[in-house]
């Protein structure tokens, strides 16, 4: 039988897949909340990203970073 819908994307093939999983508590985490309640329906995935580039990019370069740095990267991309 005939496969109904759109084909299948080249790109599909070689995609990974990260699944992450976040405990954000109120009054603690309130600009995450706010950073994500903000984020148009079906467009998380894209937003992330460019939040962990812009945030991120600067620590990747250096793998000997330690955790507060880190954190200060992830925090960044809040702002």
């Known amino acids: 039988m005939a496969r ?3 084909p299948r994307s080249a790109r599909a093939a070689s995609a990974i897949l ?6 954000l508590y109120p009054g603690e985490d309130d600009d995450l909340i706010a950073f ?4 148009a329906r079906g467009n ?4 992330v990203k460019g939040a962990l580039r812009s945030g ?5 370069s250096n793998p000997s970073s330690d ?4 954190l ?8």
């Open 4 to 6: 109904r819908g759109r």
């Open 18 to 23: 990260v699944r992450v999983k976040l405990r």
């Open 36 to 39: 994500f309640n903000e984020i």
């Open 44 to 47: 998380r995935a894209a937003t």
């Open 56 to 60: 991120v990019s600067a620590s990747a």
């Open 67 to 70: 955790d507060e740095d880190i």
């Open 72 to 79: 200060a990267s992830l925090a960044s991309f809040v702002l």
